[in-house]
């Protein structure tokens, strides 16, 4: 798992079968000390509403992604597993 500050949108013309319906974030992938950036910004799929400006628990696990999205194949390599409360 990964806290990420959520930069904003992104928006596809085309994209795999299995992210129709999906919104895609811009997310900031944070250090725990919650300030300062974990490398560079990364493409996560939603399903929460999430957005520009909040804080979001991302995943990178597979059956995580499978269960969540109802996939078995997908392109999915980050997910929204939740939101952070301040």
Known sequence: ??????????????????????????????????????????????HLGAGAGETVMLTSDGGAVKEIFGVENSPIRWAVLGLVDD
């Open 1 to 46: 798992m990964q806290i990420a500050l959520v930069l904003g949108n992104a928006t596809s013309t085309v994209k795999h079968r299995t992210l129709d319906n999906l919104k895609l974030l811009v997310c900031q992938p944070m250090l725990t000390d919650g300030k300062s950036p974990d490398g560079p910004p990364l493409l996560a799929v939603d």
